[in-house]
């Protein structure tokens, strides 16, 4: 029987995300051969030779997408280097999974995706979020139209922020390397699902400030989104305020979606208000919305990289998501509401 061909991988970046998310990915995945690893940091060399001991490792990626002739490139590099390593690694033929967010500016985006075309390779983004069981319950019943018209969407996630022993070093928090704060990080994977969700948005009106942390990026954020179906959705971001609500709620003209992160999925029947009783009927279609997400991202990416699931998180979902967040940095810094496209 002739031996499938295994796809040679490479990580560029291998810190936090890479050591709980692409790495293990790629090494439960028989279709695998993890090959090696670019990185800078001597540090992150010692840490993969006790892990991934049988991966070589270089302190460029130039240098590794030169020898090793790989297939598929995972980029795990602060945002500001996304562009230059993904656009290298589509040059040396491979196909390439790039950390959100796409990368810090439009222009580099566009060539991004060129290049890819050019190549004709596959680029994904990675927008974990779209694959936790909440979120493709809330598209999936979308879809459905279960809803009726939906004419709301409130997205809010928080956290404590990066932190050391999370992310390798604190590049999270400086604006030369970051290119944004909680907006841009977490509000990146917000703006994604609310596209993907309701649709392109054609206006926003957002704040960004730095309130409570002592760093050179916004720790909370506050978006007001108008849909181009004319709908409306608001996004809260933070970094300081953890203990709150996360998730996604959908308000329609027949029913809602409560997409509780901690505690489950619920669609709520009925009329988005309430009867005259005062209740709602309230179905629980998911206790786990978290499931999914980082521990299936590189199955699916070599789903699609095999060409069995259809590429939708591609270069221009990275640009469209990115193009909102900035027009909310603008909003912000302008106090005005900013249009888009
Ligand atoms: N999908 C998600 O939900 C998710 C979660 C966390 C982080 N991320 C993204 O992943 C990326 C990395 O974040 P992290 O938390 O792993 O950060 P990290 O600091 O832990 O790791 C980044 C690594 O990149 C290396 N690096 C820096 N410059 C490089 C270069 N030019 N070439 C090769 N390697 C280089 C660093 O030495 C470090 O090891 C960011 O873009 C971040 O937004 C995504």
Redesign the pocket.
Known sequence: MLETKKFRVGI??????????HLPGYLKDERVQLVAF????P??HKEMALTFGEMRGYA??RDMLAKEKLDVVS????????A??VIAALEAKCHVL????IATTLKEADLMIAAAKKARRKLMV????RLFNGPKKCKELLDEKVLGKPFMIRVRFAHGG?FPG????D??YKKD??AGGAM??MG??AIDLCLWLFGPIVALSAKALTLIKKIEVDDNALLLLEFKSGALGYIEVGWTSRPGFSGIEIYGTEGSIICDYTRGVYLVGGKAAAGRDGRNDWKTLDKSPTEG??ST?IGYWLDIVSGTEKLTMDGKAGREALEVALAAYKSSQTAKRVAIG
């Not at 670019?38 to 940091?41: R, S």
């Open positions: 560029i970046g291998v810190g936090a995300i890479a050591q709980a998310c670019a990185d800078p940091e540090e992150r460029h990626y980029v795990c590099t602060p945002n500001k280097y996304h230059e390593a790039c950390e959100k967010p990675g927008y974990t979020h990066p999370w992310a390798k070093s590049w999270f390397l970051a841009l990080d990146i994977h997400g980082w991202e």
